[in-house]
Nanobody, 123 residues
């Protein structure tokens, strides 16, 4: 099994920045890709950004040009740098890891989830 622990959420004003971190442990050899999902109240969980072991990345249309995800393999840690934050970015953010060959997967295909970290952007 893979354990994921997020940190770095909080309250920020619109236009500000936050960096989320996700530390992975356990059977990390089984991970092919990692990413960040978010879920706002009343909404489905959506994939925001993802990165494969080979470095391929995916970004949702709503965050392209503002968010960047990257990995520090020496630390087994995934990051999400969020710039130019907007109130509509407010959500619970979840770190996720999965096996298989795809960078983009539905939430049902995710193998491991973190506990989530709240991001709130005030206007």
């Amino acid at each position: 099994q893979v354990q994921l622990v997020e940190s770095g959420g909080g309250l920020v004003q619109a236009g500000g920045s936050l960096r989320l971190s996700c530390a992975a442990s356990g059977s990390i050899f089984s991970i092919n890709a990692m990413g960040w999902y978010r879920q706002a109240p009343g909404n489905e969980r959506e994939l925001v950004a993802a990165i494969s072991n080979g470095g391929r990345t995916y970004y949702g249309d709503s965050v392209k040009g503002r968010f960047t995800t990257f990995r520090d393999n020496a630390k087994n840690t995934l990051y999400l740098q969020m710039n130019s934050l907007k109130p509509e970015d407010t959500a619970m953010y979840y770190c996720a890891a999965w096996s298989g060959s795809r960078v983009v997967v539905t939430a049902s295909a995710v193998g491991s989830w973190g506990q989530g970290t709240q991001v709130t952007v005030s206007s």
